[in-house]
């Protein structure tokens, strides 16, 4: 479940190139109701791209952004509500990582569904059932909840 932190030059804190793909993973993980579940973890990847401000934009004007996309397979954060919550987390995070001078508006987060199949990891494509299938062994044979 890939998430990219697509961030202008500057707009993070030292600390927060360094911190923000964990906490923001930490957050995912926590809002799936994961936490400590052996097969969901690792699934869990992502990557932070510094842009020269030159090159980032909102409205067609330069502006110093930090842009959060998460993929997830069509199961992944299924509701309104879980969505939600992720965005609040995530903005929450991003926000207390950031340079003085942003506030929150600098934050842009976009969630994106693969289709049933269309998410793999290691070779392997997963349907939304063989997913929760392996969720739910890996919860059962640590004795957590799903």
Known sequence: ?????????????QVGEREIVPQLSDALIDVSGLTGN???????????????????????????????????PDIGLASVEARAAFIERA?????KLMTPGHDRDDIR?????????????GGHAYTGERLTEAITRAAAATGTQV
Do not use: C
């Open 38 to 72: 052996t097969f969901f973890t690792p699934m869990v990847a992502g990557v932070l791209h510094l842009l020269d401000p030159q090159h980032v934009y909102a409205g067609g004007t330069r502006r110093s952004l930090v842009l959060i996309e998460l993929k997830l």
């Open 91 to 95: 903005t929450d995070i991003a926000y």
């Open 1 to 13: 479940m890939p998430i990219a932190v697509i961030a202008s030059a500057g707009a993070l804190t």
């Open 109 to 121: 987060i976009n969630i994106v569904n693969a289709p049933d199949g269309g998410w793999g990891m």
